[in-house]
């Protein structure tokens, strides 16, 4: 063993590795590993009471080779075969250089500018680029139930989708499949979390209202919110892309909100008169009036602080622990002596 290795480093070399702690490592799913271990035999050597996956420094390196040529578009089994033959031998000192190969194409899993992110990230962006839906699920199922939905979602979901957008739109347009297709796996997973938390407890808050102002059709921040609101056990009514003013109006007073949070993506689209107009709508009885918060979420509504009745989250942790503490107050409200709640017609 070589003296200067710490201890975490033994400790890897005497014990093996854990199948969660190698996905991290490599940027993909720990389901991925143990489906190329199932099929194509990419798996570790040893296994720790002959059941838990336990990977040697060697069986790590037959992973990363793996990784390597599956994001240089060879298919999976043929990538296998080549990870377990090794690397080819070098060629000669004395023999003449090789010419370089050209830049891959678009598909092939590189080039993406994703910059300092976690290693998630490229893994993600790898299967992207390869139009590999199956591991794109495998991936978000795993690390939302791994890290949680808000951290998969900033930590991973927005920057792989930040650095497939830019590519798009300055590669000519070449990945515009990419982007629409890790698009709608990232509104798969976001759907599954609302889904399976809608068997738990409910608040008996009124409920929050989920918009993009007209023009606008950036949803996916609004249905990471509302997965984000299910888990909580908080009433939402999504109401999606560019919804118009007149409908907007009509939801506000048919379901009294605790809170309206509208998206806006750019400058260009946000709605400030919708927003004030929004924030100063009245229900209810006379004597028991009542009005809405209104969150103005996304880049667009970046400028002068916000009017009164409005409130501007700076992102979804924040913008979750606003609504939760609305919602709160307005069950206190509702059923602790703060007086009847407002009648909605």
């Given at each position: 063993?070589?003296?200067?290795?710490?201890?975490?480093?033994?400790?890897?070399?005497?014990?093996?590795?854990?199948?969660?702690?190698?996905?991290?490592?490599?940027?993909?799913?720990?389901?991925?590993?143990?489906?190329?271990?199932?099929?194509?035999?990419?798996?570790?050597?040893?296994?720790?009471?002959?059941?838990?996956?336990?990977?040697?420094?060697?069986?790590?390196?037959?992973?990363?080779?793996?990784?390597?040529?599956?994001?240089?578009?060879?298919?999976?089994?043929?990538?296998?075969?080549?990870?377990?033959?090794?690397?080819?031998?070098?060629?000669?000192?004395?023999?003449?250089?090789?010419?370089?190969?050209?830049?891959?194409?678009?598909?092939?899993?590189?080039?993406?500018?994703?910059?300092?992110?976690?290693?998630?990230?490229?893994?993600?962006?790898?299967?992207?680029?390869?139009?590999?839906?199956?591991?794109?699920?495998?991936?978000?199922?795993?690390?939302?139930?791994?890290?949680?939905?808000?951290?998969?979602?900033?930590?991973?979901?927005?920057?792989?989708?930040?650095?497939?957008?830019?590519?798009?739109?300055?590669?000519?347009?070449?990945?515009?499949?990419?982007?629409?297709?890790?698009?709608?796996?990232?509104?798969?997973?976001?759907?599954?979390?609302?889904?399976g938390a809608l068997s738990g407890p409910r608040a008996s808050a009124p409920p929050i209202l989920l918009a993009c102002v007209p023009g606008e059709q950036h949803t996916l921040p609004l249905e990471a919110l509302a997965a984000g609101l299910a888990e909580l056990g908080l009433p939402a009514r999504m109401f999606g892309a560019a919804v118009p003013p007149e409908a907007l109006d009509q939801a506000v007073r048919r379901t009294g909100p605790v809170a309206v949070v509208l998206?806006?993506?750019?400058?260009?689209?946000?709605?400030?008169?919708?927003?004030?107009?929004?924030?100063?709508?009245?229900?209810?009885?006379?004597?028991?009036?009542?009005?809405?918060?209104?969150?103005?979420?996304?880049?667009?509504?970046?400028?002068?602080?916000?009017?009164?009745?409005?409130?501007?989250?700076?992102?979804?942790?924040?913008?979750?622990?606003?609504?939760?503490?609305?919602?709160?107050?307005?069950?206190?409200?509702?059923?602790?002596?703060?007086?009847?709640?407002?009648?909605?017609?």
């Amino acid at each position: 063993m070589n003296e200067s290795a710490q201890p975490g480093e033994a400790a890897e070399a005497a014990h093996g590795v854990t199948t969660g702690a190698v996905a991290r490592r490599l940027g993909v799913a720990p389901t991925t590993l143990r489906s190329w271990d199932r099929r194509y035999g990419i798996g570790p050597a040893a296994r720790e009471d002959g059941r838990h996956r336990r990977w040697t420094s060697g069986d790590i390196a037959v992973l990363q080779e793996m990784c390597r040529l599956t994001a240089s578009g060879v298919p999976p089994a043929e990538a296998a075969r080549a990870a377990r033959a090794g690397p080819a031998p070098s060629a000669p000192a004395s023999a003449p250089a090789a010419p370089a190969a050209p830049a891959r194409q678009p598909g092939s899993g590189n080039g993406l500018p994703l910059g300092d992110v976690r290693q998630e990230c490229r893994g993600l962006g790898r299967a992207a680029v390869r139009l590999d839906s199956p591991t794109m699920d495998e991936m978000l199922g795993s690390l939302i139930g791994e890290y949680g939905l808000v951290t998969t979602w900033e930590e991973v979901m927005v920057p792989t989708l930040h650095a497939v957008g830019r590519k798009w739109e300055t590669s000519g347009d070449q990945y515009v499949e990419v982007e629409h297709l890790l698009s709608w796996h990232v509104s798969t997973a976001l759907r599954r979390v609302s889904i399976g938390a809608l068997s738990g407890p409910r608040a008996s808050a009124p409920p929050i209202l989920l918009a993009c102002v007209p023009g606008e059709q950036h949803t996916l921040p609004l249905e990471a919110l509302a997965a984000g609101l299910a888990e909580l056990g908080l009433p939402a009514r999504m109401f999606g892309a560019a919804v118009p003013p007149e409908a907007l109006d009509q939801a506000v007073r048919r379901t009294g909100p605790v809170a309206v949070v509208l998206w806006a993506q750019a400058r260009s689209t946000a709605h400030h008169a919708l927003a004030r107009h929004v924030a100063d709508t009245v229900w209810g009885v006379k004597g028991a009036r009542a009005r809405t918060t209104v969150l103005l979420a996304g880049p667009g509504w970046a400028g002068p602080v916000p009017a009164p009745g409005m409130l501007r989250p700076g992102g979804l942790r924040a913008a979750l622990g606003l609504l939760r503490g609305l919602c709160e107050a307005a069950t206190t409200a509702m059923g602790g002596g703060g007086g009847a709640a407002p009648q909605r017609s």
